[in-house]
T-cell receptor, first 110, second 114 residues
């Protein structure tokens, strides 16, 4: 049972434009949501998180939005840069356990 | 501060063999989790250790086991390897206490079973 879903396996965006990565979840007990970025042959790197009691968190070019009623979160990257090209994983936490989505491969075209 | 270190980086084993993977967490981190990543499956949670005790376990067969030592280093063992065990195995550590939800990952061990 996939509790965290990323329905878009890939996304291509022009450099300078906005990248929007989406994630849906089913478990209302999740208390934190996180985004990780992964380059090939490396482990995932933490990007940004949001508590379930908030609806937005911003860190530089990265903003995460949480819509609890829709059980949906999104990561906005503005402006997108070629170095942002990677696989992005959405994750959710309940207790001490994390659940990850299957990832979205972002390609930023120069 | 050194990051999470996993050894070895790459491993090739034959079906039926067993394998042990090692993970050294960031200094001061007492929680260590293991994940399996396969194409199209995302990261699947294997288990989590905290202070030498398994605190959570994912939905994997008993062939997958682990342990944690008093210095927080952790090992994962897979016995009677199957072709489907070929994957990237990732270890992650977390800070104790506080509102720190994020886990820090190592580079992973790429296991290939032939």
């Amino acid at each position: 049972d996939q509790q965290v879903k990323q329905n878009s396996p890939s996304l291509s965006v022009q450099e300078g434009r906005i990248s929007i990565l989406n994630c849906d979840y089913t478990n209302s007990m999740f208390d934190y949501f996180l985004w990780y970025k992964k380059y090939p042959a490396e482990g995932p790197t933490f990007l940004i998180s949001i508590s379930s009691i908030k609806d937005k968190n911003e860190d530089g070019r990265f903003t995460v939005f949480l819509n609890k009623s829709a059980k949906h979160l999104s990561l906005h990257i503005v402006p997108s840069q070629p170095g942002d090209s990677a696989v992005y994983f959405c994750a959710a936490r309940t207790g001490n356990q994390f659940y990850f989505g299957t990832g979205t491969s972002l390609t930023v075209i120069p | 501060k050194a990051g999470v270190t996993q050894t070895p980086r790459y491993l090739i084993k034959t079906r039926g063999q067993q394998v042990t993977l090692s993970c050294s967490p960031i200094s001061g981190h007492r929680s260590v989790s293991w994940y399996q990543q396969t194409p199209g499956q995302g990261l699947q949670f294997l288990f989590e250790y905290f202070s030498e005790t398994q605190r959570n376990k994912g939905n994997f067969p008993g062939r997958f086991s682990g342990r944690q030592f008093s210095n927080s280093r952790s090992e994962m063992n897979v016995s009677t390897l199957e072709l489907g065990d070929s994957a990237l195995y990732l270890c992650a550590s977390r800070r104790p206490g506080g509102p720190f939800p994020e886990a820090f990952f190592g580079q992973g061990t790429r296991l290939t079973v032939v």
